[in-house]
């Protein structure tokens, strides 16, 4: 099969690619790829809600305040600004393209508070509003004539001048699309497009817990990675404070809602113990509290610690999925008995090092959403800005996209895949088995709190494990499989190596060897 072309590449198909295609689909043919059902992804699974002013009593200031607060001081203050000022239009633009948030008997919005906000901002969907954004951009995407939606195909790599033939003599450092592998046929194709963006979504399946999909495996992040792209930040994985503590199941996120709505959170020993760590009790930021169930369940030697929602009249009806997930998954009604739970990796909030427009450092390559490091998030993420980022910077890089005059590379030739080499089936046994020993190495030596022995622990394993798995992927045939295994094995080389040289404890960042903040590390970790 030929080269496949279009004015626009999308990768990945979560409110970030899917608020960009619908944009630039006025404006030229689209090819959306992703790896499994175009719904699949973490947007779907956002429960708490997207933060933005939309009330009287509420100010831009204060968003970007409360912002600033919880990314301990490396938020782009610039990028900071775009996202509260614009933040408020994407939403009504949202709105108009069919999204429900849930609202009051007055016909108001319901508007939630969550930990490090200080005003009720939160616009949700009950407790499924990710998967309400997901529906109605999914819709409208699906029934534009200029986007073509290749579900079942994951990326494998950039397509750059290393890559392409023909007269580049004085161009370098050029994204032209992307090696795409049909999950179905087997084949890798080449897609070929005058703008790509990268909106691939996370990398948290690189822990052993997380409340992330199966599909959040970092190939974004790894493509960017391996194409010589910046990547900043990738030592800031936010761990999730409260997942369902379930031994026999799959991580189930216990959103962060139910603690702004009035949830408790107890120890083995029925006790209240956030007052111990933070005066805002269960309302302090993500790392924080994270870092306060950790510290409770290493002093009793528990698995977990409780939220207790029992005090609460309405808790069924405004969190209907969790009340129905916890029922089914550990027969707990969560109205009368305590929920058990226990952090799990989240989210990533470093990534792909964009300007405000979301471009990287390589012409036409622009990332958006979770894959993206727009200066937003800082060390860590304030609740519910990430639905709002992949809004608002998905937009600007449809405007700068746009204004754009796009350059001729039509004698640029893209080569078909080269699918030389043989499967050894027996040897792929054994480095399968790599996936689950870099999740547990993850797990054990780069979560919540680490030392230098434990990240020099990690690295010497992760060392050996990009060693082994980029040796097998050269000589094998691709595979859906073994890609994810070499991208998620880059994501944990770049997450130690960026820990390693940050020598301070900073939001999601906390080091026992350094347990301070210091003012030289008051910048960006950068790879690339």
Same mark, same amino acid.
């Given at each position: 099969m030929g080269v496949i072309k279009s004015d626009f590449l999308v990768i990945g198909s979560g409110v970030a690619g899917l608020t960009f295609a619908?944009?630039?689909?006025?404006?030229?043919?689209?090819?959306?790829?992703?790896?499994?059902? /175009?719904?699949?992804? +973490?947007?779907?699974?956002?429960?708490?809600?997207?933060?933005?002013?939309?009330?009287?009593?509420?100010?831009?200031?204060?968003?970007?305040?409360?912002?600033?607060?919880?990314?301990?001081?490396?938020?782009?203050?610039?990028?900071?600004?775009?996202?509260?000022?614009?933040?408020?239009?994407?939403?009504?633009?949202?709105?108009?393209?069919?999204?429900?948030?849930?609202? +009051?008997?007055?016909?108001?919005?319901?508007?939630a508070k969550e930990g490090g906000h200080s005003r009720h901002r939160i616009l949700h969907a009950a407790d499924l509003t990710g998967a309400e954004i997901e529906r109605a951009l999914l819709a409208r995407a699906l029934a534009h004539p200029n986007i073509e939606i290749f579900e079942e195909h994951i990326g494998v790599d950039l397509i750059t001048e290393h890559h392409a033939l023909g007269n580049l003599t004085a161009d370098f450092n050029i994204c032209f699309g992307a090696y795409v592998l049909n999950k179905k046929t087997g084949k890798v194709l080449a897609f070929q497009s005058d703008f790509t963006l990268l909106a691939s979504g996370g990398a948290s399946r690189v822990y052993l817990h997380t409340t992330n999909p199966h599909v959040a495996t970092g190939d974004g992040l790894a493509m960017a990675y391996r194409a010589g792209v910046r990547i900043a930040n990738m030592e800031f994985v936010q761990f999730h404070p409260t997942s369902l503590y379930d031994p026999e199941g799959e991580t189930f996120l216990i959103s962060e809602a139910l603690r702004g709505h009035g949830g408790i959170l107890r120890n083995e020993l029925s006790e209240r113990f956030m007052e111990k760590y933070d005066q805002r009790l269960e309302l302090a930021p993500r790392d924080v509290v994270a870092r306060s169930i950790d510290s409770e369940m290493k002093r009793l030697g528990s698995k977990h610690v409780y939220l207790d929602m029992t005090h609460l009249p309405d808790t069924a009806e405004r969190f209907p999925n969790i009340f129905r997930h916890c029922q089914e998954a550990l027969k707990i009604d969560i109205t009368k008995e305590w929920i058990p739970v226990v952090p799990a990796a989240h989210y990533m909030c470093g990534g792909v090092m964009t300007n405000l427009s979301g471009l990287t450092s390589m012409?036409?390559?622009?990332?958006?959403?979770?894959?993206?490091?727009?200066?937003?998030?800082?060390? +860590?993420?304030?609740?519910?800005?990430?639905?709002?980022?992949?809004?608002?910077?998905?937009?600007?890089?449809?405007?700068?996209?746009?204004?754009?005059?796009?350059?001729?590379?039509?004698?640029?030739?893209?080569?078909?895949?080269?699918?030389?080499?043989?499967?050894?089936?027996?040897?792929?046994?054994?480095?399968?088995?790599?996936?689950?020993?870099?999740?547990?190495?993850?797990?054990?030596?780069?979560?919540?709190?680490?030392?230098?022995?434990?990240?020099?622990? /990690?690295?010497?394993?992760?060392?050996?494990?990009?060693?082994?798995?980029?040796?097998?992927?050269?000589?094998?045939?691709?595979?859906?499989?073994?890609?994810?295994?070499? +991208?998620?094995?880059?994501?944990?080389?770049?997450?130690?190596?960026?820990?390693?040289?940050?020598?301070?404890?900073?939001?999601?960042?906390?080091?026992?060897?350094?347990?301070?903040?210091?003012?030289?590390?008051?910048?960006?970790?950068?790879?690339?």
């Open positions: 619908l944009k630039a689909a006025d404006h030229g043919k689209v090819h959306l790829i992703t790896k499994d059902k /175009a719904s699949e992804g +973490n947007t779907r699974y956002a429960q708490g809600g997207v933060a933005a002013v939309t009330s009287c009593s509420d100010h831009v200031e204060l968003h970007k305040e409360d912002t600033m607060i919880a990314g301990a001081g490396l938020c782009h203050e610039d990028a900071v600004e775009v996202l509260v000022k614009e933040g408020p239009e994407r939403i009504r633009e949202l709105i108009e393209l069919g999204t429900q948030f849930s609202k +009051n008997d007055d016909g108001s919005y319901s508007l012409q036409n390559l622009y990332a958006t959403g979770e894959v993206a490091q727009t200066g937003v998030h800082g060390a +860590n993420r304030l609740a519910s800005n990430s639905l709002l980022e992949a809004l608002v910077f998905s937009h600007n890089a449809f405007k700068k996209i746009i204004q754009k005059k796009r350059r001729d590379f039509s004698k640029v030739v893209i080569p078909e895949w080269n699918e030389k080499g043989l499967e050894n089936k027996e040897e792929w046994l054994l480095v399968r088995h790599n996936m689950a020993q870099l999740r547990k190495t993850m797990w054990d030596y780069v979560g919540i709190v680490r030392s230098k022995e434990q990240l020099n622990r /990690a690295y010497r394993r992760m060392r050996l494990l990009y060693e082994e798995v980029e040796d097998y992927y050269k000589r094998t045939k691709v595979s859906g499989e073994l890609i994810e295994l070499r +991208n998620l094995t880059a994501i944990a080389y770049m997450i130690v190596i960026s820990a390693q040289r940050r020598h301070e404890s900073r939001g999601l960042h906390y080091m026992t060897d350094y347990p301070e903040k210091k003012e030289e590390f008051l910048k960006d970790t950068i790879i690339h």
